[in-house]
């Protein structure tokens, strides 16, 4: 397959997961269109290039269709491997610590995220948060193994655990003013801190993770729409 054939990315410009993958064609320095989703809608390429998920994104090489955001960014590691630098480490032992930090931040990270943007009660969102929490400091620690004194997880450059990770940098920025409470504290994870800014400001990610005020505007159309799809089905026809 020829690396140089046409590249389409369907996603949402607020999805951390879409993110994923617009960041690691950046790092790539691969052209791509960006075929947006419509909240509430699926279109008939979404549906036709995802029919098991139904969900974003979806990355389309030469016409063929590649699903879930960790496996995307992996293919297009390996697919252009001669352009950039690369994304995942080489060495097997440093490759499997690699992906089983990525798999710990969509089993601690994203589920407390999507418990704060829901109609949960304020037990659940305390048992959200704490999780959230050592989760965080369990990365802090995990930073400094990682990145073995460099800016990144992934050393000198941003690699796949920065991206699995630095996706959700503005929806944790984004939370904390929704739910006033500050989840990258320069006391409890400094690490993290410095390492957020670093991957916020870098060239292939600033312009790619939205800004905080978008993200709390967004949120509320989220909940929003989640209300509606619980309510529809009892409504009278």
């Not at 994104?57 to 001669?82: F, M, N, Q, T």
């Not at 305390?126 to 997880?153: C, H, N, R, Y």
């Not at 796949?160 to 500050?182: H, N, P, Q, T």
């Amino acid at each position: 397959m020829a690396v140089e054939e046409e590249v389409k990315l369907i996603g949402s410009w607020a999805s951390p997961f879409v993110a994923r993958a617009r960041i690691a064609l950046n790092l790539k320095g691969i052209e791509f269109e960006f075929l947006q989703e419509v909240l509430g809608k699926k279109s008939d390429l979404l549906l036709k290039s995802n029919p098991v998920h139904k969900k974003i994104p979806v990355l389309i090489h030469a016409g063929k269709p590649i699903c879930e955001s960790l496996i995307i960014v992996e293919y297009i590691d390996e697919v252009w491997s001669a352009y950039g630098p690369p994304i995942l480490p080489t060495d097997s032992y440093e490759r499997a610590i690699t992906h089983f930090w990525a798999a710990y931040i969509d089993d601690k990270v994203y589920p407390p995220i999507r418990i704060f943007l829901g109609d949960a009660d304020e037990e659940s969102k305390k048992g959200a948060k704490d999780q959230l929490f050592a989760a965080l400091l369990q990365l802090d620690e995990a930073f400094v193994e990682s990145s073995k004194g460099k800016s990144f997880f992934g050393g000198d450059n941003i690699g796949f655990v920065d991206i699995a990770l630095g996706s959700f940098i503005a929806w944790l920025k984004g939370m904390e003013k929704i739910a006033g409470i500050k989840f990258l504290d320069e006391e409890k994870v400094p690490r993290l801190v410095e390492w957020a800014e670093r991957f916020s400001s870098a060239a292939v990610s600033k312009d790619v993770l939205p800004q905080t005020e978008e993200l709390v505007e967004f949120s509320k159309v989220i909940l929003a729409f989640r209300r509606a799809a619980v309510v529809a089905p009892s409504s009278p026809k």
